[in-house]
Every structure is written in C-alpha cells, then in structure tokens.
Nanobody, 118 residues
Framework: QVQLVESGGGSVQTGGSLRLSCAASGITFDINTMGWYRQVPGKSRELVAIMTTGGSRHYSDSAKGRFTISRDNAKNTVDLQMNSLKPEDTAVYYC????????????WGQGIQVTVSS
C-alpha cells in the first residue's frame, strides 16, 4: 500500500521560508516524477514543482527563483524549499508520485497547510 506523508508546513510571515518534505512508502514500481502541487479553496490544484528520476526539474512561473525541489530516489523522498514566501503562496500543498507506467494511478499525499501572512 502506497503512502505519502508530508511534513514541514505551517505559518510564516512574508519573506520567510519553509521546507516541505514528503516520504513515500510502499513503492513497488518505477517512479517517473515526484513533486508538489497546491490548491486554494475554489480553485483547481496547480503544479508547483516536479522532478524526474533523472534529475530534471520543472517549476511553475510563480515558483521559479524562489522555490527549489530536491529528491532522494533511493529513499523515495521529495523536498520543497520555499524562500521569499508571499501571501499568495498560501495554500494546501500536496505531494504527488507519478509512476513511470502511464496506466498506473498517481498517488497523492493528504495535503499540508502553508499560510503566509503579510
């Protein structure tokens, strides 16, 4: 059974930093990407950053230059270092695992709240 456990969220003031961590267990398949998405009430979930097993990174425009994604393939963990946080970064952040095989389901964490106050 695949489980994704997120940690590191919380509240911070504008300009502050937070580091999110996600640990995936029960992985018995090859992973294509691990990454982070976020969602605010009334809006669709949006990509923040993803990283392939080969080391390629992709960031949303809002995350570029402020957030850094890192991954430990051996441990099936993915972190998101968030700097220069803004109030508009306030959201529930979700970790996602995308298997290499397209017909496999994606897996999501339970979500973790990040609140940035002005």
């Amino acid at each position: 059974q695949v489980q994704l456990v997120e940690s590191g969220g919380g509240s911070v003031q504008t300009g502050g930093s937070l580091r999110l961590s996600c640990a995936a267990s029960g992985i018995t398949f090859d992973i294509n990407t691990m990454g982070w998405y976020r969602q605010v009430p009334g809006k669709s979930r949006e990509l923040v950053a993803i990283m392939t097993t080969g080391g390629s990174r992709h960031y949303s425009d809002s995350a570029k230059g402020r957030f850094t994604i890192s991954r430990d393939n051996a441990k099936n963990t993915v972190d998101l270092q968030m700097n220069s946080l803004k109030p508009e970064d306030t959201a529930v952040y979700y970790c996602k695992v995308e298997p290499s095989r397209a017909w496999y389901d994606n897996y999501w964490g339970q979500g973790i709240q990040v609140t940035v106050s002005s």
